[in-house]
């Protein structure tokens, strides 16, 4: 997961897991259908080119919604790429439904576009997921944009899952806003849907518009009322103490001393209604205790380093 670059992007992120990071409903989906009607020709344009036949794409919806709700519209037989940019780790969920894969695969390998094309109702080729990662690419580079208006997505797409991994595949949660692209042929019609989070759409407008620091700050309290941001919330600071294993464990006593291991007083963690929000460093300041911030709380980073010594073990 990508580390917040700056103290701004860190609070974004913080307030975001505390509360959800959502803006005024008409501004959000007002500039996802800017976005979604600057792409829609341009990826029309870009399809038809990749596929050799012509291809409508047209913009069917741009509403509200959550980032965990991306594939809930998209039935049993769906390819997902999640694609960062370089604030985001997630900054565009885009899925493809069964029917568009169908279109795309039957067109570009020299199916005729005015049948049908046969439905797909199992798991996908490798083929299949191949040209899903295709459309995807163009879904994304359509979206992208330029300059100030920028994403900055990182491109090229991963490729693109499906199956069981795209389904069981967890996403981090938050206000989102959903554009559902349609792609159709005269006999067959299809979906690709993007899922952005609000915070990345609201940037693109701030970005575009150039505001200030004092303007991005009036944004934060438009967006919060003054009732949350002055709601006070409780942290708790806890420390790594040992592994052992279950039979150590039971075989504990009253009145036995248990020793912290060498790193843990630099790997206090900062929580807040049960979201780690720092890793920090405990230490003491005169008759007090403290703990010194370090840097952010990175949840794959810590899912990484909690297998380490899983495969240590195994070696």
């Known amino acids: 997961m990508t580390s917040p670059g700056s103290p701004s992007e860190a609070r974004s992120l913080i307030i975001e897991r505390l509360v959800g990071d959502s803006g005024e409903a008409a501004q959000v989906i007002g500039t996802g259908r800017g976005m979604a009607e600057r792409a829609a020709p341009l990826l029309q344009k870009s399809l038809t080119s990749e596929l050799g036949v012509p291809v409508t794409v047209d913009l069917r919806a741009v509403e509200i919604s959550r980032v965990a709700e991306a594939r809930s519209h998209a039935g049993d037989t769906f390819a997902m790429t999640i694609i960062a940019s370089a604030t985001s780790s997630d900054a565009m969920t885009v899925v493809i ?3 568009a894969i169908a279109i795309t695969v039957c067109t570009l390998f020299g199916g005729d576009p005015e049948m049908p094309a046969s439905p797909i109702e199992r798991d996908l080729s490798q083929i299949e997921v191949d040209v899903s990662t295709m459309v995807i690419q163009q879904v994304a580079q359509a979206l992208n944009g330029s300059g100030r208006r920028s994403l900055d997505l990182r491109l090229p797409v991963p490729r693109a899952m499906s199956g069981t991994e795209a389904k069981r595949h967890v996403l981090r949660d ?5 554009i559902v692209f349609g ?3 005269p006999a067959d019609s299809g979906t690709v849907t993007v899922t952005m989070p609000q915070r990345i759409v609201l940037a693109s407008r701030d970005s575009a518009a150039s505001v200030s620091q004092d303007d991005h700050s009036a944004s934060w309290r438009a967006r919060f009322s003054e009732e ?3 709601s006070t919330v ?3 600071a806890t420390m790594p103490l040992a592994r052992l294993t279950l039979g150590d464990l039971a075989d504990f ?3 036995q001393v248990i020793e912290f291991e060498e790193t843990a007083q630099s790997q206090a963690r900062l929580s807040a209604r049960g979201k780690t929000l720092f890793v920090c460093e405990f230490g003491k300041l005169g ?3 403290t703990v010194r911030i370090r840097h952010p709380y990175d949840a794959g980073q810590d899912f990484i380093d909690g297998l380490m010594p899983a495969a240590a073990g195994r070696a």
């Open 287 to 289: 008759q007090n205790y």
């Open 234 to 236: 409780a942290l708790e």
């Open 228 to 230: 949350v941001m002055r």
């Open 174 to 178: 938050g206000a989102a806003v959903r």
């Open 253 to 255: 006593e009253i009145g």
């Open 183 to 185: 792609i159709s042929t």
């Open 97 to 99: 439904d069964a029917p």
